[in-house]
């Protein structure tokens, strides 16, 4: 059922933006200006005293938050972040949305491929868990394991295109016929709640950019994804409740799942307009925020409010996430390792460009995309290097990269003999 096919490319080439939600109305952007200049103090707070996963979730925050990056705080918190130890999957996949988001995060490329290689491990039966291959997975380690590895794509790395198709299978399996989703497979309809519903739609969307559907496959999965925003229609008086299960995480959740599938509105509610009206007014005096309803043992309420419940309030507002994102274009970022299957001449053109730009220190990168089992990858690779070398090397690029062994080690000799010549 899934095929590649030019949707992705397509997508990719006509719509690198952010989100489609129109503006609140003027009191209601009044009202979100001022909560968030009252959380930024709270956010810095929390910055300095988190620590792996929920340091690298206000790291994010602080990023979308547009914290400049001299700050003293912020910068000595992106310092231990880049010397954490994670090994967790909300952890793994959160510092590499963070290093999707900064060209400059020291280590990136080291830290990218260490992290992705740590993910891929945890994958169990198509879907994710705390611990690697823990026998069983559940849908929300799975939507940040997605979110990571989405990232891990931009940022050049490789992931198979078989880990996405499970990842899909799994997910499309746990959905119920009316359309809600679960925290653990075999849970009945009676389990489904609003925050795993919209974790099942981010993960079919962000698969099916990452694969390519063919026609029959592309509508059967826009069935599934009405079918979840049917349900969740049906449960909008839970948008904008602080009393929602897991109110923080389900609407950072929501806005997510409503910019991949480019809504506006869940029914007839506008899910940021209902959010925003909600966190402004649950906000503590110190600036942060509290949940009721998380999923957490009791603890002192500071003002300052929880590091994650903060984090999760500051991204909904600040409403930056991005449909699709784009490939990273830092001086360590290879274009071309990043294109999706069936990416049209046009971007594979402009992958071409950026790569080529880079001359010789991209060459590891565009060599290592001709072993990719993704014919766009080995396509912009092969034009690539011959532009930067003046060779070919006899590599075929629409070939079965096993066969062109030979001819991928003629490509590779000569990097070797001549990475330290003139650039």
């Known amino acids: 059922m899934l095929v590649r096919n030019a949707f992705a490319g397509c997508v990719l080439a006509t719509a690198v933006v952010a989100q489609t939600a129109q503006?609140?109305?003027?009191?209601?952007?009044?009202?979100?200006?001022?909560?968030?200049?009252?959380?930024?103090?709270?956010?810095?707070?929390?910055?300095?005293?988190?620590?792996?996963?929920?340091?690298?979730?206000c790291c994010l925050?602080?990023?979308h938050d547009g914290m400049p990056r001299d700050d003293a705080v912020f910068a000595a918190a992106l310092k231990r972040l880049q010397r954490a130890d994670l090994t967790d999957t909300y952890g793994l996949a959160l510092r590499l949305m963070v290093l999707a988001e900064l060209p400059d995060f020291p280590a990136r490329a080291e830290l990218a491929e260490r992290d992705t290689v740590l993910l891929l491990q945890k994958q169990t039966s198509g879907g994710f868990s705390y611990g690697a291959r823990d026998g069983w997975w559940d849908l929300s380690n799975t939507q940040y394991a997605a979110?990571?590895?989405?990232?891990?794509?931009?940022?050049?790395?490789?992931?198979?295109?078989?880990?996405?198709?499970?990842?899909?299978?799994?997910?499309?399996?746990?959905?119920?016929?009316?359309?809600?989703?679960?925290y653990r497979l075999g849970q009945g309809r009676t389990s489904a709640y609003a925050s795993m519903t919209a974790a099942g739609i981010a993960v079919l969307e962000v698969c099916a950019q990452q694969l390519g559907l063919d026609e029959s496959a592309h509508r059967y999965h826009d069935e599934l994804v009405a079918k979840a925003w049917a349900w969740l229609g049906a449960h909008g008086k839970e948008i904008g409740d602080r009393r929602t299960r897991f109110c923080y995480y389900c609407h950072y959740g929501l806005e997510r799942a409503a910019i991949l599938s480019g809504k506006d509105k869940v029914g007839d509610i506008d899910w940021y307009a209902a959010g925003a009206r909600?966190?402004?007014?649950e906000q503590l005096s110190g600036g942060g925020?509290?949940?009721?309803?998380?999923?957490?043992?009791?603890?002192?309420?500071?003002?300052?409010?929880?590091?994650?419940?903060?984090?999760?309030?500051?991204?909904?507002?600040?409403?930056?996430?991005?449909?699709?994102?784009?490939?990273?274009?830092?001086?360590?970022?290879?274009?071309?390792?990043?294109?999706?299957?069936?990416?049209?001449?046009?971007?594979?053109?402009?992958?071409?460009?950026?790569?080529?730009?880079?001359?010789?220190?991209?060459?590891?990168?565009?060599?290592?995309?001709?072993?990719?089992?993704?014919?766009?990858?080995?396509?912009?690779?092969?034009?690539?290097?011959?532009?930067?070398?003046?060779?070919?090397?006899?590599?075929?690029?629409?070939?079965?990269?096993?066969?062109?062994?030979r001819a991928i080690r003629r490509a590779?000799?000569?990097w070797l003999q001549h990475r330290n010549g003139d650039r």
């Open 412 to 414: 590779e000799l000569w």
């Open 147 to 182: 979110l990571g590895l989405r990232a891990a794509v931009a940022l050049g790395q490789e992931v198979p295109l078989q880990r996405w198709r499970l990842l899909y299978q799994a997910v499309q399996q746990m959905q119920h016929d009316d359309g809600g989703f679960a």
């Open 289 to 405: 925020w509290w949940g009721d309803e998380e999923n957490r043992p009791p603890g002192v309420r500071s003002p300052s409010g929880h590091a994650v419940d903060t984090a999760f309030a500051v991204l909904f507002l600040r409403r930056k996430f991005q449909r699709l994102l784009p490939p990273v274009t830092g001086s360590d970022g290879c274009r071309s390792a990043a294109l999706l299957p069936g990416a049209g001449d046009a971007v594979i053109r402009g992958a071409v460009a950026a790569d080529t730009g880079h001359g010789r220190q991209h060459l590891p990168a565009l060599l290592a995309c001709l072993r990719s089992e993704v014919l766009e990858r080995r396509k912009a690779a092969v034009l690539a290097i011959f532009l930067i070398t003046g060779e070919d090397f006899g590599v075929q690029p629409y070939r079965d990269p096993a066969g062109e062994t």
């Open 23 to 57: 503006s609140p109305q003027p009191d209601l952007r009044e009202r979100i200006a001022q909560t968030l200049d009252r959380a930024r103090p709270a956010l810095r707070h929390h910055l300095e005293k988190a620590d792996s996963g929920e340091l690298a979730l």
């Open 61 to 63: 925050a602080a990023v």
């Open 278 to 281: 909600m966190l402004c007014t």
